[in-house]
């Protein structure tokens, strides 16, 4: 196996065909789409980094773990926190939901 971290949008929507060749033919929810992962990226991205850890073999790319990086605490320790990528959804900060609404304006175009 071979690991390689993305850690721009710009290389994550590069990686599209690969990603969707991955996918295809599979049943899947359409929030583990490359589209839905690049508007979540675009939007988190001001949150802290996001980054993509793919791994490859021998016939391609096999996985993509999108994830984001963040501070955060618990109780009063400060501690860096890391999740999947969209998996704090609940804890966008109001200056962000501008750019989430015009996502979901957009996912909606793609029907």
């Not at 096999?62 to 400060?78: D, L, N, T, Y």
Request: aromatic share 10%.
């Amino acid at each position: 196996m071979h690991v390689r971290v993305i850690d721009s949008l710009e290389d994550f929507m590069a990686l599209k065909p690969q990603y969707d060749a991955l996918s295809s033919g599979t049943t899947h929810s359409p929030f583990s789409s490359h589209r839905w992962l690049a508007a979540w990226w675009d939007t988190y991205r001001a949150l802290g980094p996001v980054r993509a850890v793919c791994l490859s073999d021998e016939k391609g790319l096999a996985m993509v773990v999108p994830v984001q990086f963040s501070r955060g605490s618990i109780g009063r320790i400060p501690v860096h926190k890391v999740s999947f990528l969209g998996g704090g959804w609940g804890e966008v900060d109001e200056r962000y939901r501008r750019g989430a609404a015009a996502g979901g304006e957009e996912l909606e175009r793609w029907r």
